[in-house]
Nanobody, 118 residues
Framework: VHVEESGGGRVQAGGSLRLSCVGSGFTFSRYTMSWYRQVPGKERELVAAITWPGGKINYDESVKDRFTISRDNAKNTMSLQMNSLKPEDTAVYYC????????????WGQGTQVTVSS
């Protein structure tokens, strides 16, 4: 199983970035796919998710109307379009794939750094 993020970088406040995640070694289409982020000294927090089954999309209130999550099951990819970025969006962003009533199948990428300067 492999999950890998890309697309992080440094941007000025108000700018945009697009993160991508690719998964392999598991049935991507049958997993809830999520983006999390973490800053030093704080717990990892959920940013956005597309559930399976159902395809319901959820966003943290802090990113609603600025970030857009999407997935392409044919390509085993997920994206996070981040617009109107703020310094407080600075974090390491992680891709997560999970499945099962107890999330017993739970895979993480290595993370990608997003830095937003004021």
């Amino acid at each position: 199983v492999h999950v890998e993020e890309s697309g992080g970088g440094r941007v000025q406040a108000g700018g945009s970035l697009r993160l991508s995640c690719v998964g392999s070694g598991f049935t991507f289409s049958r997993y809830t796919m999520s983006w999390y982020r973490q800053v030093p000294g704080k717990e990892r927090e959920l940013v956005a998710a597309i559930t399976w089954p159902g395809g319901k999309i959820n966003y943290d209130e802090s990113v609603k109307d600025r970030f857009t999550i999407s997935r392409d099951n044919a390509k085993n990819t997920m994206s996070l379009q981040m617009n109107s970025l703020k310094p407080e969006d600075t974090a390491v962003y992680y891709c997560n794939a999970r499945q099962g009533p107890m999330n017993e199948y739970n895979y993480w990428g290595q993370g990608t750094q997003v830095t937003v300067s004021s």
